[in-house]
C-alpha cells in the first residue's frame, strides 16, 4: 500500500479509536441533532426547513473546528511532527491526510442527518440531492481548512479553543443554522458575513432547498471556496514542525488573511 | 586511511543570548560508535538535532556523507535513522502501523522481522500509549533503523530503562556495528559510553573538553589506579608506613583501599607485606579509572582536560 493509503487508513481508525475524536466526530453532532428534531421542532416547527442543512453544517463544524486543530496541536507539542520529520513524512501529508480523513466522517454524520431526518422528523427534504452532496464536500473542504489554519497558528491547545470558539458559538447563534438570516436583525446579519457557516447555510439553501436566501448563493459558494484555497495556503506557509524551534516562514498572524473573503463579501452585499 | 562519514566543522549555535554550542568541529569515522557526552544542557541534543536537520545551525558547517542537512534534508532523511531523545507517535497508532507507514514513506517495505528482534512481535497490534518505556524506546530504534541506514543517531537511548531493556538495546547496537553502521550515540551514562563507543567527545556548557577513545581519555587522567585489600587479620588497617607508589589511603569495612601510580609495585609490595606478617589474603581488586572518574575530573576541573 501507499505512504498515503497506509497514513490515511491509521487516521480514519483514530477517528473511532480514539474517544475525544469518537465524541467530537459522532457523538456530539448526532446527539445535538436527535435533541434538536425532537426539541426544536416541536417547539418551532419552521425549523423543519432548516433542519438538515443545519445539522449537517453543525456536525462539519464540530469535528473540523472543535476536534480537528486541538490534534494537530497536541501532536505538534508532543513531538509527533519531529518524529515525522526525520521520516520524511512531508507537512502536506500531515495536515491534508487527517482532514481528509476527518472529512470522511464528516460526511458519515452528514448522510445520517441526511437520511434520518426526513423520516424521523419530517424534515423538509432537499429538492436537489446532488447540490446537498456537492455543497457539503464544499462545506467539509472550507471547515476542514480553516480548523488546520487554527491548528497551525495556535501555540497551544487553549489557544485553539480560544480561536475555535470565536467561530463555533457566534455560528450557531448567529450564522443561520437556529435562526433564518433574514430574521436576524441588520447589524447581525453584517457580522455574520464573517462566519463560513452563514455562506454554508446560504449555499445549501438556495441550491439544495432551492429556498429565497439573503445571500446569493454564488457568493455564499465564492466565499466558501476562496476561504477553502487561503486557509490551506496559509497553513501550508506557516506550519511549524516543532513549538520550540525558532524558525518559521511567517507570523501567526498572517492566518487573520483569510478575513479578506469574508470582508470582501460583506462589502460586496453592501454596496455591490 | 580512514573514511569519515560525520563532519562538523566551528559549529555554533545560540538561542537569543544564551550559546548552547560553541564553535565546535568534530568526525565520526565510518563504522564506528561515536560517544556525544556530557551533562545535561552540555549541547549534545542541540548539536545532533542541527545535524539531523531539525534546527538551523548559526554558523559552521555540518555534512553526512557529504550531505548537508539544511540543503538537501530529503536526501539526508534516507541515510539517516535517528532515534530522539523526545518525540512520540500518535497514542493510538499501533506498532504495526507505524511500520508500515514510516516505511511507506521511505519508499522500502516494513521489515516485520526487526519486530521479533527488538521482541515487540506481540505487540503488533497494541497501541503506542499502552506500550512501556521500554517498548516504546525499542519500536523507536525498529523505526530509525527499518530503511537500512548507514548512520543512526541515537540521542539518550537507554535513558529510564530497566536493566534488561537497557541490555538488549546495547546488543542491538553492537550488532548495527557489526553490520557496518555508523552510530552517533548521545548519553550521560558513563558506563554505556565506556562499554559502546570507540570513540568519544565530552562536551561541557557548548564546548567539547575532551576527544579520544574511552582508553585514552582515562590513560590521560590523573592515573590513579584503585587497590581494594581485605585479609584475616585486617593488620593494613593499623599500617602506617606507605607502600611503592601509593599517593593516598583509606578504609571502607573490612576493605584497605589505596591510589596509586603505578598498582604493579604497589600490589607486589601489600602480598609481602601480608606473608611476612602471616596475614591471609581474602580479597584483592584492581580498578583502573573509570571513563566515569575521569568524566567527574574533567568537569570539576571545568573542562580542563
Known amino acids: 500500500m501507499s505512504a498515503f493509503t497506509n497514513h490515511f487508513l491509521f487516521e480514519f481508525k483514530t477517528g473511532i479509536r480514539n474517544s475525544s475524536a469518537m465524541l467530537m466526530l459522532y457523538m456530539l453532532p448526532l446527539g445535538f441533532y436527535a435533541a434538536m428534531g425532537f426539541i426544536m421542532v416541536e417547539i418551532n416547527p419552521a425549523f423543519k426547513d432548516l433542519l438538515i442543512p443545519a445539522m449537517i453544517v453543525f456536525a462539519i463544524m464540530s469535528s473540523m473546528i472543535l476536534g480537528f486543530p486541538t490534534g ?10 519531529r518524529s515525522y520529520k526525520i521520516n520524511s513524512i512531508p507537512p ?59 491548528g497551525v497558528v495556535s501555540s497551544s491547545s487553549r489557544a485553539v ?33 464573517l462566519l463560513p457557516s ?36 496559509l497553513s501550508i506557509l506557516l506550519f511549524n514542525w516543532d513549538s520550540r524551534n525558532d524558525s518559521r516562514r511567517g507570523s501567526p498572524l498572517m492566518g487573520l488573511l483569510i478575513l479578506v473573503p469574508y470582508v470582501l463579501a460583506i462589502l460586496y452585499t453592501t454596496f455591490g | 586511511m ?40 552540555a549541547g549534545k541534543t542541540t548539536t545532533l538535532e542541527c545535524l539531523e536537520g531539525l534546527r538551523q545551525p548559526d554558523s559552521g558547517e555540518m ?5 548537508d542537512p539544511q540543503r538537501e534534508p530529503r536526501k539526508l532523511r534516507d541515510m539517516i535513522g535517528v532515534q530522539l531523545q523526545t518525540s ?53 530504534l525498529a523505526l530509525a ?77 590523573s592515573g590513579m589506579t584503585k587497590v581494594s585489600v581485605s585479609s584475616e587479620n585486617s593488620i593494613l588497617h593499623d599500617y602506617e608506613n606507605s607502600f611503592p607508589a601509593v599517593t593516598q589511603k583509606g578504609i571502607n569495612e573490612e576493605y584497605s583501599i589505596y591510589f596509586s601510580t603505578d598498582p604493579g609495585p604497589t600490589v607486589s609490595a601489600i602480598l609481602e607485606h601480608l606473608a611476612t606478617h602471616n596475614d591471609n589474603l581474602i580479597d584483592l581488586r584492581v580498578e583502573r579509572p573509570s571513563l566515569e572518574e575521569r568524566f567527574l575530573e574533567i568537569t570539576s576541573n571545568g573542562g580542563t582536560a
Open chain 2, 145 to 221: 533503523v527499518n530503511h537500512d541506514p548507514r548512520v543512526i543517531i541515537l540521542d539518550e537511548p537507554t535513558a529510564g530503562l530497566d536493566v534488561s531493556s537497557r541490555a538488549e538495546l546495547h546488543s542491538m547496537m553492537q550488532e548495527l556495528k557489526s553490520q557496518g553502521s555508523t552510530l552517533i550515540l548521545a548519553t550521560h551514562d558513563m558506563a554505556e559510553a565506556e562499554k559502546l563507543t570507540d570513540r568519544v567527545a565530552i562536551m561541557l556548557r557548548g564546548q567539547i573538553v575532551a576527544t579520544g577513545s574511552p582508553r585514552e581519555l582515562t590513560a590521560k587522567g
Open chain 1, 92 to 150: 502536506i501529508s500531515i495536515l491534508v491526510i487527517p482532514a481528509i480523513s476527518v472529512g470522511f466522517h464528516g460526511l458519515i454524520t452528514s448522510a445520517i442527518v441526511a437520511v434520518t431526518a426526513v423520516p424521523l422528523f419530517d424534515a423538509a427534504e432537499p429538492v436537489n440531492w446532488l447540490a446537498l452532496f456537492l455543497i457539503t464536500l464544499l462545506v467539509v473542504f472550507t471547515f476542514s481548512t480553516l480548523g488546520m489554519l487554527i
Open chain 1, 72 to 81: 494537530l496541536v497536541e501532536a505538534r507539542e508532543g513531538g509527533i511532527y
Open chain 2, 63 to 67: 555534512q553526512i556523507k557529504g550531505v
Open chain 2, 88 to 140: 512520540g507517535l500518535p497514542d493510538n497508532m499501533t506498532v504495526e502501523e507505524s511500520l508500515k507507514i514510516f516505511s511507506a514513506y521511505h519508499g522500502v517495505p516494513p521489515r516485520f522481522e526487526l519486530l521479533s528482534r527488538m521482541g515487540l512481535e506481540e505487540k503488533r497490534k497494541t497501541q503506542y500509549h499502552q506500550l512501556s518505556t521500554g517498548q516504546q524506546r525499542r519500536l523507536s
Open chain 1, 198 to 233: 452563514t455562506y454554508a447555510m446560504q449555499a445549501f439553501l438556495g441550491y439544495a432547498f432551492q429556498q429565497p436566501t439573503v445571500i446569493e448563493p454564488w457568493i455564499a459558494i465564492a466565499v466558501m471556496v476562496t476561504s477553502g484555497i487561503l486557509a490551506l495556503a
Open chain 1, 161 to 193: 479553543v480560544l480561536w475555535s470558539q470565536l467561530i463555533y458559538l457566534p455560528s450557531i447563534l448567529l450564522g443561520g443554522m437556529m435562526i433564518p438570516l433574514v430574521l436576524i436583525p441588520e447589524t447581525f446579519q453584517k457580522f455574520s458575513g
Open chain 2, 2 to 41: 580512514e573514511e569519515s562519514v560525520v563532519t562538523i566543522k566551528k559549529f555554533t549555535k545560540t538561542y537569543g543570548d544564551f550559546v548552547a554550542v560553541d564553535d565546535i568541529s568534530f568526525e565520526v569515522q565510518n563504522g564506528e560508535i561515536f560517544g556525544l557526552l556530557g551533562p545535561n544542557g
